[in-house]
């Protein structure tokens, strides 16, 4: 068998390229499209729930002498059954997620130590469910 030509294996190499760059794109966009798409919601939901908070947050102080279920204290969020009223601070939450994102891109270590130390400022907000 003979070995193949400089310009037979800069063919398959062209061949490779042509044929899976578009595909990868692709997933680069579909990928894109999605991380857009939840940022929106994020930025709605985040924006929604730290509006509520503070809206609550000063009207409880109000209700509190009325009902048990109200704690108040100084220094920190009130509670309603347990519930902390504590701001969601949004762009902690998000900095955290997008600092390990930028690790794993090798971003530059100024920009991750950045955003690591903005995410660890990000309070425990109240969820049904369990977060990571």
């Not at 969601?88 to 090798?106: F, I, K, N, T």
């Amino acid at each position: 068998m003979t070995e193949p030509s400089d310009g037979d294996r800069a063919n398959l190499l062209c061949d490779e390229i042509a044929r899976l760059l578009p595909a990868l794109g692709d997933d680069v966009a579909d990928a894109v499209e999605a991380l857009e798409s939840a940022l929106e919601s994020y930025v709605s939901a985040a924006a929604q729930y730290d509006a509520c908070v503070h809206d609550w947050a000063l009207g409880v102080p109000r209700v509190a002498v009325r009902t048990p279920r109200v704690v108040v204290e100084r220094f920190r969020a009130p509670t309603v059954d347990g519930l902390s009223l504590r701001q969601l601070r949004p762009e902690a939450r998000l900095a955290h997620l997008v600092g390990c994102a930028m690790a794993q891109l090798r971003a530059p270590v100024y920009v991750v130590a950045d955003l690591q130390q903005l995410g660890d400022a990000a309070p425990d907000f109240v969820t049904s469910r369990r977060i990571p």
